[in-house]
Nanobody, 125 residues
């Protein structure tokens, strides 16, 4: 299984970016997908997740209303649209996948089986 994250970059506060995560090797698109981020000197934190069944989404409070997670099952790709970016959004962003279905949203690192390599997002003030 491979997850390839892309789309990071250097932007100014208030700008937008869209991250992509292409998955290969998973069983079709039957995996809940998530995004996490890790800022310098801080622990990795949950950002957003989307279920493969039903497409339900869940967000961290810090990004709710500004970020949107979506998926294209035909392309085995998940996206993170990030709007109104702030300097505190600066981090390495990681995508993750967990095959199967759970009643609970996958909001912790321990829930995920597969991780991408990360893409850097830097927001200048």
């Amino acid at each position: 299984v491979q997850l390839q994250a892309s789309g990071g970059g250097l932007v100014q506060a208030g700008d937008s970016l869209r991250l992509s995560c292409a998955a290969s090797g998973l069983t079709g698109s039957r995996s809940d997908m998530g995004w996490f981020r890790q800022a310098p000197g801080k622990a990795r934190e949950f950002v957003a997740t989307i279920r493969w069944r039903g497409g339900g989404t869940y967000y961290a409070d810090s990004v709710k209303g500004r970020f949107a997670i979506s998926r294209d099952n035909a392309k085995n790709t998940v996206y993170l649209q990030m709007n109104s970016l702030k300097p505190e959004d600066t981090a390495v962003y990681y995508c993750a996948a967990v095959p199967g279905y759970s009643l609970a949203y996958a909001v912790t690192e321990a829930r995920y089986d597969y991780w991408g390599q990360g893409t850097q997002v830097t927001v200048s003030s």
